[in-house]
Nanobody
Framework: QVQLVESGGGLVQAGGSLRLSCAAS?????????MGWYRQAPGKQRELVAL???????NYADSVKGRFTISRDSAQNTMYLRMNSLKPEDEAVYYC?????????WGQGTQVTVSS
């Protein structure tokens, strides 16, 4: 059974940085077709933040390009999201997602709060 557990969220001042982690179990993250980070702010729909395909290709929402970096670590079987130059509008619950032949699996989410 595939499980995803996010961590690394917290309170940060605008302009600061955080690194989110998504630890996977039940499958190697390098075998998953696509993994990604999504976020949902209060009253808004969940939106894509960044994706990384099995081959390593990455894709970012325009709002985070140049500030966020998605990556993977095989030894830790973990996906990361490095977030720099955080803005108040980045505040949301961040979710990791694994998309594979069996559909989507989601983590429980981690809160990111950005103070201005």
């Amino acid at each position: 059974q595939v499980q995803l557990v996010e961590s690394g969220g917290g309170l940060v001042q605008a302009g600061g940085s955080l690194r989110l982690s998504c630890a996977a179990s039940g499958i190697s993250i390098f075998h998953i077709n696509v993994m990604g980070w999504y976020r949902q702010a209060p009253g808004k729909q969940r939106e894509l933040v960044a994706l990384i395909a099995r081959g390593g290709t990455t894709n970012y929402a325009d709002s985070v390009k140049g500030r966020f970096t998605i990556s993977r670590d095989s030894a830790q079987n973990t996906m990361y999201l490095r977030m720099n130059s955080l803005k108040p509008e980045d505040e949301a619950v961040y979710y990791c997602c694994a998309r594979h032949v069996w559909g989507d699996r989601w983590g429980q989410g981690t809160q990111v709060t950005v103070s201005s």
